[in-house]
């Protein structure tokens, strides 16, 4: 593979390292593996585990737990390189919860469950890959949400109803968001959700929980479920943080990890961009190659433009995280999301178009890019609703729901 027009944003040692790593890593999973996992919607679990091997999933979690004690910046490499290298947005989702979800407990977990958890997810032997918030009847509205955790005695009883939620076939933990605390009782609608650590296998020893898969048509081997809850009975120490307080302990984390989102739209843009690429130097038609034409070099020429500004807006903001105010974060990161997976999806569809009848067929591999494409513009969360909150918190434009 070139990787020289994709290497054009100086990086630190440190990100070097990692990209330099990661690529090595990602050369073992060449695209028939991947073509495999998408066909037969299987979950990479060698890619997973050989991350996990070289300490990867611990990329986030400090030093003293054995972790890397590395930070967004290092994982938006990390992530773009995963997608970029050809495993596209759904290799990037395989562990993606296996890194974010395990930061709520760095930040607010109290230091038992943090002494007995966070090494054991550093050194790979535990996952929490999955994070339920989605409901059914709350959707984009998440401070809607109707699932409930009541006190009982030492214990929390959880009852309702969970969509869309991945990984669950492929965790041990799931951080939960449950209100305790209905929203009419509330005076903030932010307020009175909490945050909870369920662990999988109690929950079905209990008789507790059922899940269902979704199938879709995008991301296919990394699974989604539906998950009812009923009557589940948690020690009240697998509250994480503090009762009340989850969303906000969401939010706390919600700009590093949009970027880790930005990164892995960005290398989706450049796997789908490479493959554009090759094949328009390849393919000889009316006796020159097909990207000799304009109308074949200028889609992916504006594609390659929009994946470079995005890849610069997120990086900058990575690289000023730290001493940013959480309001210019947030509108980086947000700006840097929605850019992203626009680049995405022009690259994934110039690549398309740029193969001609061949862009439908699953062996050249475009065509699960454009999949993947269309679906960062709906998760983590929508293109519109990312709009509003730079209409409302960057803009200062009145809300309108
Ligand atoms: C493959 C996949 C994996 C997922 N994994 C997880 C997971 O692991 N955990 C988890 O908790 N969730 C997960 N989700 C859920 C995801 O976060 C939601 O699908 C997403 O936030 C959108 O919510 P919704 O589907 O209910 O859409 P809705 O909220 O019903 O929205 C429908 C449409 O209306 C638009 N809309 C709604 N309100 C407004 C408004 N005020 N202004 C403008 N437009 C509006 C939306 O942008 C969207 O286009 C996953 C979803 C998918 C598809």
């Known amino acids: 593979m070139v990787h020289s027009w994709r290497d054009s944003i100086p990086l630190s040692d440190e990100q070097t390292l990692v990209r330099d790593s990661i690529r090595e890593i990602c050369q073992e999973f060449d695209a028939e593996y991947w073509r495999k996992r998408d066909d037969a919607e299987d979950y990479p679990h060698e890619f997973v585990e050989t991350l996990s091997d070289h300490g990867w999933l611990g990329i986030l979690i400090p030093e003293e737990y054995g972790g890397a004690g590395m930070t967004t910046s290092e994982v938006a490499v990390m992530m773009e390189e995963i997608a970029a290298n050809g495993g596209g947005f759904s290799a990037a989702q395989a562990v993606h919860g296996g890194i974010y979800n395990s930061t709520p407990l760095v930040t607010y977990a109290d230091e038992d469950l943090k002494s007995e958890l966070l090494p054991k997810v550093a050194d790979g032997e535990v996952a929490i890959q999955s994070f339920g918030l989605t409901e059914p009847n709350a ?20 009852n309702g109803q969970k969509i869309w939620i991945s990984r669950v076939d492929a965790t041990d933990y799931l951080v939960l968001m449950a209100r305790t605390t209905p929203r009419e009782n509330v005076d903030k609608r932010t307020a009175g959700i909490s945050m909870f650590l369920v662990d999988i296998d109690d929950a079905y020893d209990q008789g507790a929980l059922e899940i269902q898969q979704i199938p879709k048509t995008a991301s296919g081997f990394v699974h ?6 009923s009557d589940l009975r948690l020690p009240a120490d697998r509250l994480i943080g503090e009762e009340g307080r989850g969303f906000y302990q969401v939010l706390d ?11 892995e739209c960005v290398g989706l843009a450049e796997a789908a961009l490479e493959r554009g690429i090759e094949y328009a130097n390849e393919r000889e038609v009316f006796g020159s190659a097909i990207g000799s034409n304009q109308s074949i070099q200028h889609p992916l020429a504006e594609a390659y433009t929009e994946t470079l500004a995005a890849k610069h807006l997120l990086y900058g903001a990575a690289e000023t995280i730290e001493t940013a105010s959480q309001k210019e974060t947030g509108a980086m990161a947000n700006a840097a999301k929605y850019r992203a997976a626009e680049a995405a999806f022009a690259a994934a569809d110039a690549a398309v178009q740029t193969h001609g009848g061949f862009g439908v067929a699953r062996e050249y591999d475009v065509e699960r890019y454009f999949r993947e494409a269309r679906l960062t513009r709906i998760v ?10 730079i209409s409302e918190n960057v803009l200062g434009l009145p809300r309108s729901y």
Do not use: K
């Not at 959707?139 to 959880?158: F, L, M, N, Q, W």
């Not at 983590?380 to 909150?389: A, D, E, R, S």
């Open 139 to 158: 959707g984009s509205d998440s401070t809607s949400i109707e699932t409930s955790a009541e006190r009982d005695g030492d214990e929390y009883v959880i």
């Open 224 to 229: 989604s479920y539906e998950m009812w809850f």
């Open 253 to 263: 984390g919600l700009n590093e990890e949009r970027l880790a989102i930005a990164a």
């Open 380 to 389: 983590p969360i929508t293109q519109q609703l990312v709009l509003n909150y």
